[in-house]
């Protein structure tokens, strides 16, 4: 469009249309404002004449009801309007910013002089023209507002620092009450995290988050804490992006223009491709400015990737990848390529997370604002950040805080499902979060996990005043299984990964064999009633619902014994049928969590291993107890370590049985030991291998080598044989050959 410029050709779009609408009017009212172009072909055309060449002139047409910013012209609706100068006010700002043309507003007194005396009385339309002459800014001020602006009492998005001290969740916020989060706001406290070391700093700035977020937008809660630890839902749901980085380069390449070469040569100098797609993305520039990513959008995309499948869908995962990309400003393209990947690389683990909520609730108290915002009253400092004013001074308070924290990890740990947590604490406050979320068939549990020890004399020092059994070590893979109320088997692996669909044969030998006989004995009835429960027991109930923790290993059934993990490991992994299935396995059940809706995780492991084998019936290479020993005689242990190794087993796991013998979910407890023969002293080898190969670093080992390919060499062959790939060096000694 030669001589005219995209802004003025929008521009008079705007005036057409206000004068089209207004022309009945009786009394109509133009302004007029030179607008001049500094391009290269204006200096080119015209040489002798000044850089600044006029193109247009933006002509607007106002009415007196226009003129003031609280109105709207006649017959034209204020979303119209707005919609109209939010165009313009776009275009000017792209055209601005292209290398081709530079924009400026001529502020020429005298121009605004004849300007404003062509005006027959003095109205805000003259205040707009005056305070143009100091903004240099789209005459339309009070049609449009920048992103950038602050609305309401809260902060702007560049002013917006979670990290600030003390922080003002209300007026430091980068957004309004009910707004949807903005993704910026998120991806600048990821940012603000990664630059400390500090945990305490880290969880101090996610808090701050959460407080923002608890009270502007708490529908908002959940997702933001499952995107700050990189999940879209909780493990037992299996939501996987399954995305790699070969196809994250592609649709960087797709959106930004830049070659794969490049971006590749950019990831090998800078060992993360988060920050190759800010850096690339930065340098990007675009006709038009997209709308603002939110936190719920990027969450939902992220959803959508995930469910996606069938001979397209890697495809499709590339074009939703490209709209987010093409969205992403600051450091939002960074932060989503590293979600993408599924490693945020800021050093935040979820018990860190799992803390910052605990603080946030304990400063901010969500349903009781909640309750206040209901009503229409006005907040109030107390509610807002409950640390400024502490009851009982700066120690009560952190007693208090702490014992929150606790609370909030204990519902994590029986009920790992933040939206079930959040709901709670939106509902009821942290007082009783842990009551309600409670331990649940359906709902997996993290496992209680043992320490490794070296030996039979410091397991004895270990466990010289507890009574301790003593049970096979089997090399498997853990189960921990579930029935539901309505007979529904579920089988969940360490991680809380759902492998139902992995073990049908588990599923139906249990359905069809063992949960016929399992059933309250009489004995299983006394030692219910003495835990304490309420409700008359009955001998001969069916078991309704329980939680068993076991471990499934591979099973020869011809020879009776158990298979090594590697035969395990050649299942297919998911959607296996039975008719399908050639290694066979047998569950080994060695604890008892919970029980016809009885949770037994605070019971000693004498008691639960007691109803263990007094409710269930064994099946002979389907469903075992696993074989233990309750003695302190180092000689009885040291057979029964030799037993275990003979039997294919790894070694053995010692257990307190009466004190500090609860199950502790999630935690790796010295409670429980494990005597692997790999750990004890004189048991094991060494090899002798040869680098051949290396891998790029990444993260922290940007620039080095990350890892190392090792092989054997084979005399027969006169060749290497690559036997694994080294990441951590722990263990190893590195020799420099001599050269000669």
């Avoid at 119209?80 to 700002?93: L, Y």
């Avoid at 995107?227 to 994250?248: A, D, F, K, T």
Wanted: proline share 4%; net charge neutral.
């Amino acid at each position: 469009m030669p001589q005219k410029s995209l802004l003025s050709f929008f521009s008079n779009k705007v005036s057409e249309r206000l004068s089209d609408d207004t022309s009945s009017s009786p009394v109509t009212k133009t302004k007029r404002r030179r607008v001049v172009m500094d391009s290269d072909d204006s200096q080119e055309k015209a040489p002798g004449n000044s850089a600044d060449h006029v193109i247009d002139d933006i002509v607007i047409g106002c009415n007196e009801e226009l003129s003031n910013r609280n109105n709207t012209p006649n017959n034209v609706s204020k979303t119209e309007v707005e919609e109209s100068a939010e165009i313009s006010t776009r275009m000017f700002m792209s055209a601005r910013s292209q290398g081709s043309h530079t924009t400026q507003i001529s502020d020429k007194s005298s121009s605004i002089k004849k300007s404003e005396e062509s005006l027959s009385s003095e109205t805000s339309s003259q205040k707009s023209v005056s305070d143009l002459k100091v903004s240099n800014e789209f005459p339309l001020p009070s049609l449009c507002k920048s992103e950038n602006e602050s609305i309401g009492t809260h902060a702007s998005i560049d002013n917006f620092d979670p990290s600030k001290d003390p922080f003002d969740p209300l007026q430091d916020a980068c957004w309004g009450l009910s707004e949807p989060v903005p993704y910026i706001a998120f991806a600048k406290t990821l940012d603000c995290i990664e630059k400390t070391s500090s945990r305490l700093k880290m969880i101090g700035v996610l808090s701050n988050l959460f407080r923002c977020v608890g009270i502007n937008s708490p529908k908002d809660l959940a997702m933001c804490i499952n995107m700050s630890i990189n999940r879209l839902g909780p493990s037992y749901e299996g939501l996987e992006l399954g995305i790699g980085e070969s196809l994250l380069i592609k649709a960087l390449s797709l959106t930004t223009g830049a070659s794969i070469d490049r971006i590749k040569s950019e990831l090998n100098r800078l060992g993360d491709l988060g920050a190759v797609a800010e850096a690339v993305r930065s340098r990007q520039q675009t006709m038009f400015k997209p709308k603002s990513l939110t936190l719920r959008q990027v969450f939902g995309r992220l959803k959508e990737i995930a469910l996606l499948t069938g001979n397209a869908a890697q495809t499709k995962k590339v074009k939703l990848i490209q709209t987010l990309l093409v969205a992403c400003r600051e450091c939002e393209a960074k932060y989503l390529i590293r979600c993408l990947q599924g490693k945020l690389r800021i050093g935040l683990a979820e018990q860190s997370v799992l803390a910052a909520l605990g603080q946030a609730v304990a400063m901010t108290s969500f349903h009781s604002i909640q309750a206040v915002l209901a009503d229409g009253q006005p907040l109030s400092v107390d509610l807002l950040d409950t640390s400024r004013k502490p009851i009982g001074g700066p120690d009560a308070w952190k007693r208090h805080c702490d014992e929150v924290i606790g609370r909030v990890k204990q519902a994590y740990a029986q009920c790992p499902n933040y939206e079930k947590i959040v709901e709670s604490l939106l509902e009821d406050g942290p007082d009783n979060v842990h009551k309600r979320c409670c331990i649940s068939p359906g709902i997996p549990l993290r496992p209680m996990l043992a320490h490794p020890t070296h030996g039979v004399t410091e397991v004895l020092k270990r466990f010289d005043q507890a009574d301790f059994t003593c049970e096979f070590k089997y090399d498997g893979e853990r189960a921990q299984i579930h029935l539901l109320a309505d007979s529904t088997v579920r089988v969940y692996s360490r991680n809380q990964e759902n492998n139902t669909s992995k073990y049908p044969d588990i599923v139906n030998s249990l359905v069809a064999n063992v949960l016929k006989g399992a059933k309250l004995t009489a004995e299983a009835c006394k030692l219910l009633d003495s835990i304490g429960e309420s409700t008359p027991l009955i001998e001969g109930t069916p078991v309704t619902t329980f939680i068993l923790d076991s471990e499934a290993v591979a099973w020869d059934r011809v020879a009776e014994q158990i298979l090594p993990f590697q035969v395990l490991s050649t299942r297919k992994r998911k959607d296996v049928q039975e008719g399908d299935v050639k290694v066979c396995v047998c569950v080994y059940a060695f604890d008892l969590l919970y029980l016809n809706g009885i949770p037994l995780t605070e019971q000693p492991l004498r008691q639960r291993r007691e109803l263990l084998r007094l409710v269930f019936p064994t099946i002979p290479g389907q469903f075992m107890f696993a074989n233990s020993l309750d003695s302190s005689d180092t000689e009885e242990i040291i057979k029964f370590m030799d037993e275990s190794i003979k039997g294919n087993c790894e070694g053995l796991m010692v257990k307190t049985l009466d004190h500090d013998a609860t199950y502790e979910i999630a935690k790796r407890s010295r409670n429980w030991l494990k005597l692997k023969k790999d750990y004890l002293e004189g048991v094991g080898d060494t090899l002798d291998l040869v680098v051949i190969g290396g891998f790029h670093g990444s993260g922290k080992r940007t620039g080095r080598y990350g890892g190392f390919l090792l092989a054997c060499y084979n005399p027969d062959d006169e060749e290497y044989q690559t036997i694994c790939k080294v990441i951590r060096f722990c263990g190893l000694t590195l020799i420099r050959p001599n050269t000669f």
